[in-house]
């Protein structure tokens, strides 16, 4: 059944009327036309389609579009400040922290949401929460570096 669903999304109002069991991931990509946000796994395993809602680093593929009515997400687009890129952002460039791209969004997510509740994580703490974002290319090592840099940059 379709239903008036209304949600924050990159800091702009969104109404959108459709199912409200889709999956957010398809109407972020495909209604609202958004397509950093990727499709992995779609079993919420892999990380890919990472976005923030109200500050939570959660999995789009497997959050219904209900479960995100009156509240706030934030997808890779979002990130951006002025339409450059943000520190992390930033850092993951300087440091490489990517090869083929793909997971890279989720990543990035998935690292803001952690530093946005522990702007000073150490080491362990940043492996632990990025460990269920997984990168095929191996960049592991430097996206730990490039999320350290910025935690030194915000006065870890």
Not at 61 to 67: G, I, M, N
Not at 108 to 123: D, I
Request: glycine residues 8%; negative net charge.
């Amino acid at each position: 059944m379709k239903e008036l669903i209304k949600f924050n999304l990159n800091g702009k109002p969104v109404e959108i009327t459709t199912d409200s069991d889709r999956l957010l991931l398809w109407v972020i990509r495909t209604d609202l036309g958004l397509t950093g946000t990727k499709y992995g796994c779609g079993e919420s395993l892999c990380g890919a389609c990472t976005v923030i809602v109200d500050n939570e680093a959660v999995r789009s593929c497997q959050t219904t579009l209900k479960d995100v009515e009156n509240r706030s997400v934030i997808t890779i687009e979002g990130l951006a400040v002025d339409g450059q890129p943000n520190i992390l952002q930033k850092a993951f460039m300087d440091h490489d922290a990517l090869q083929c791209g793909y997971c890279t969004p989720g990543m990035l997510m998935n690292a803001w949401a952690m530093l946005k509740k522990n702007p000073h994580p150490t080491r362990e703490q940043i492996i632990e929460e990025m460990d269920d974002n997984l990168c095929r290319c191996g960049a592991h090592k430097r996206i730990i570096e490039a999320v350290e840099t910025v935690s030194k940059e915000m006065g870890g």
